[in-house]
Nanobody
Framework: QVQLVESGGGLVQPGGSLRLSCAASGIIFSIYNMGWYRQAPGKQRELVATITNGGSTSYADSVKGRFTISRDNAKNTVYLEMNSLKPEDTAVYYC?????WGQGTQVTVSS
């Protein structure tokens, strides 16, 4: 059974940083592309960043230069390092792999 468990969300001031983690189980982690999505209140879920099984990354324009996605295949974990956070980054962040979602972790950027 596939499980994705996110952690690392919280409340942070504008300009601050957070690091999200997503631990995967029940899969051969290293062969899968992984990603992070987010959903703000009243808005559709949107793609934030992806990382291929080979380590190639891509980002939404809104987070380029501020967010970094990475993976540790030995730990079956994907990360999202978020810097220079803005109030508009406030959302529930979801870990993704094809056909599976994590439960989400809340990120709130507010003074």
């Amino acid at each position: 059974q596939v499980q994705l468990v996110e952690s690392g969300g919280g409340l942070v001031q504008p300009g601050g940083s957070l690091r999200l983690s997503c631990a995967a189980s029940g899969i051969i982690f290293s062969i899968y592309n992984m990603g992070w999505y987010r959903q703000a209140p009243g808005k559709q879920r949107e793609l934030v960043a992806t990382i291929t099984n080979g380590g190639s990354t891509s980002y939404a324009d809104s987070v380029k230069g501020r967010f970094t996605i990475s993976r540790d295949n030995a730990k079956n974990t994907v990360y999202l390092e978020m810097n220079s956070l803005k109030p508009e980054d406030t959302a529930v962040y979801y870990c993704w792999l094809p056909n599976h979602w994590g439960q989400g972790t809340q990120v709130t950027v507010s003074s």
